[in-house]
C-alpha cells in the first residue's frame, strides 16, 4: 500500500479527513461511501450491482487542483492579507497560499496578490459587518498553464475601484501567462460567492482552448472541473458513451458552465447548450462558432424556465452535470415527456444524483448502464459520480 503524504504545512490539508491514510484506504473509503449514499435509493439499489460500483483514482493527490475559489483575510499579526478557506463551521480564516493541491502556478500569484493587497490598501470584506472591499478570488489554470483571474467585490467604485485595477495591471505585468483579470459584483450578504454581474479588468474576456481537440472558451466565473485530467477520463468515457448511443443524435448539455461536456464529447450532432452564468454566454457562442457546426444552440437561462425550448429542440441524448442540489423538479418531470434515448447524470453529491436517478426509475422505461465515481478532489471527502441511463 502506498503510504500517506508527507504532513503538510498547509493547515488545511493537514485537517482533512484523509491525511493520515494511504491513497488506497482513502479510495476504499470513497467507494464504500458512494455505494452506500446509492444503496438509499430503492428503485436504483436495485437496478445496480452495488458491490461493483467502482472508484476511479486521480491521476495524481498534489498539484491536481486546476481551479479555487479563496476568501481574502487579514492577518492581524503579520499584517498582511491572507488568501484562503473558512475552517468548517466557522469564519475562522485558513491560509492555502501554498497547498500542495494546488497547481504549481498558483502560488507565486497568490503570495503576489496579498502583498500587493496590503502595499495598495485595499481593505478585505469583513463578512460581520458587511463592510470593506475584496470578498473571494477565483483562480484557474487551464491544461497548458495560461491562467484567469476573478475578483470578487461588493462594488466597483471609488479608490479602492482604481487601486483594483492597478493591482490588476501589474499581474499581467507581471505574470504574462496569466491572461483574463475580471471583477464579479457580489453585494448581498451570506456565503454565495458570485453576483450576477462581471466585468473585465485586464487581458482577454475569455481565454479558448481545446478538450478532447475541440475548441472551448472559459472565462473566469464559467464552472468548469478542478481536476482536469481526471475530467479528461470523464470527456472520454462520455464521448465513447455518445457514440454507442447514436451518433447522429440530437444532444442537450444542461448546467453547462463553459460547455467543455457537450462540445468535446459530440462530433457532427445538433447540439443544444444551456447556462445561467451571463459571462458564458458570448463565450460559448464563440466557441460554437470556432467548433465549425452550424447546428449549435446556445441558450442562456435556467433550466427550470427553459423547457419549452429544450422540448422544441427535441434532444435524443440528455446530459446533465447541475450544482449540488441536484436537478430541478420540473426537469425530471419534462424528461418523462421528452423521452431522450441516454441520459447522462455527472453529479458532485451522490445523494441528490441518486435521488433523481431513482425517480426518473419511476418514469418506467429507463435501464441503468452504470454508475462510477471518479476521486475528483483527492484528501478531501469530496467525490464525483457518473450515471449513465438508456431507455
Same mark, same amino acid.
Given at each position: 500500500m502506498t503510504s500517506p503524504l508527507a504532513p503538510s504545512s498547509c493547515a488545511h490539508c493537514a485537517a482533512g479527513p484523509f491525511a493520515a491514510t494511504s491513497y488506497e484506504e482513502?479510495?476504499?473509503?470513497?467507494?464504500?461511501?458512494?455505494?452506500?449514499?446509492?444503496?438509499? &435509493?430503492?428503485?436504483?439499489?436495485q437496478a445496480l450491482d452495488?458491490?461493483?460500483?467502482?472508484?476511479?483514482?486521480?491521476? +495524481?493527490?498534489?498539484?491536481?487542483?486546476? /481551479?479555487?475559489k479563496l476568501v481574502f483575510g487579514w492577518d492581524r499579526q503579520e499584517k498582511r492579507a491572507r488568501l484562503g478557506l473558512y475552517e468548517s463551521g466557522s469564519h475562522r480564516l485558513?491560509?492555502?497560499?501554498?497547498?500542495?493541491?494546488?497547481?504549481?502556478?498558483?502560488?507565486?500569484?497568490?503570495?503576489?496578490?496579498?502583498?500587493?493587497?496590503?502595499r495598495l490598501g485595499l481593505p478585505v470584506y469583513q463578512e460581520s459587518r458587511g463592510t470593506g472591499f475584496l470578498r473571494h478570488l477565483l483562480l484557474r489554470v487551464l491544461p497548458d498553464g495560461r491562467m484567469l483571474a476573478c475578483f470578487v467585490t461588493p462594488h466597483a467604485?471609488? +479608490?479602492?475601484?482604481e487601486k483594483l485595477q492597478q493591482l490588476a495591471v501589474e499581474l499581467r505585468e507581471r505574470f504574462p501567462h496569466l491572461r483574463s483579470?475580471?471583477?464579479?459584483?457580489?453585494?448581498?450578504?451570506?456565503? /454565495?460567492?458570485?453576483?450576477?454581474? *462581471?466585468?473585465?479588468l485586464e487581458g482577454q474576456w475569455s481565454v479558448p482552448c481545446t478538450f478532447l481537440d475541440t475548441p472551448v472558451a472559459v472565462t473566469g466565473t464559467s464552472f468548469l472541473q478542478a481536476n482536469l485530467p481526471l475530467f479528461r477520463q470523464i470527456l472520454e468515457r462520455l464521448r465513447h458513451w455518445v457514440q454507442e448511443v447514436g451518433p447522429s443524435c440530437r444532444v442537450a448539455d444542461l448546467y453547462c458552465g463553459c460547455g467543455a461536456i457537450g462540445l468535446?464529447?459530440?462530433? /457532427?450532432?445538433?447540439?443544444?447548450?444551456?447556462?445561467? #452564468?451571463?459571462?458564458?454566454?458570448?463565450?460559448?457562442?464563440?466557441?460554437?462558432? +470556432?467548433?465549425?457546426?452550424?447546428e449549435i444552440v446556445v441558450t442562456r437561462g435556467r433550466v427550470e424556465d427553459c423547457l419549452a425550448s429544450l422540448?422544441?429542440?427535441?434532444?435524443?441524448?440528455?446530459?446533465?452535470?447541475?450544482?449540488?442540489?441536484?436537478?430541478?423538479?420540473a426537469l425530471v418531470e419534462a424528461l418523462a415527456?421528452?423521452?431522450?434515448?441516454?441520459? +447522462?447524470?455527472?453529479?458532485?453529491?451522490?445523494?441528490?444524483?441518486?435521488?433523481?436517478?431513482?425517480?426518473?426509475? /419511476?418514469?418506467?422505461?429507463?435501464?441503468?448502464? &452504470?454508475?462510477?465515481?471518479? #476521486?475528483?478532489?483527492?484528501? *478531501?471527502?469530496? @467525490?464525483?459520480? @457518473?450515471?449513465?441511463?438508456?431507455?
Open positions: 482513502e479510495l476504499a473509503a470513497k467507494v464504500l461511501h458512494l455505494r452506500r449514499e446509492l444503496g438509499h &435509493a430503492p428503485r436504483l439499489a452495488l458491490d461493483a460500483v467502482e472508484m476511479r483514482p486521480s491521476p +495524481a493527490r498534489a498539484g491536481y487542483r486546476h /481551479t479555487v485558513i491560509g492555502v497560499e501554498h497547498c500542495p493541491e494546488h497547481h504549481e502556478r498558483m502560488a507565486p500569484v497568490l503570495d503576489f496578490i496579498c502583498e500587493a493587497v496590503g467604485e471609488g +479608490a479602492w475601484q483579470l475580471s471583477q464579479n459584483l457580489n453585494p448581498g450578504m451570506g456565503n /454565495t460567492v458570485l453576483g450576477a454581474v *462581471t466585468q473585465e468535446s464529447v459530440t462530433r /457532427t450532432q445538433p447540439l443544444f447548450l444551456l447556462e445561467s #452564468d451571463h459571462a458564458s454566454q458570448i463565450p460559448l457562442m464563440e466557441a460554437a462558432r +470556432a467548433d465549425g457546426r452550424e422540448e422544441l429542440f427535441e434532444p435524443e441524448i440528455v446530459l446533465v452535470d447541475p450544482p449540488r442540489k441536484g436537478l430541478d423538479p415527456h421528452l423521452r431522450p434515448q441516454g441520459l +447522462a447524470y455527472l453529479s458532485c453529491n451522490p445523494f441528490t444524483m441518486a435521488r433523481d436517478v431513482d425517480l426518473l426509475l /419511476t418514469q418506467g422505461g429507463w435501464q441503468v448502464e &452504470a454508475v462510477t465515481g471518479y #476521486d475528483m478532489m483527492p484528501g *478531501t471527502g469530496r @467525490l464525483e459520480a @457518473l450515471a449513465l441511463l438508456r431507455r
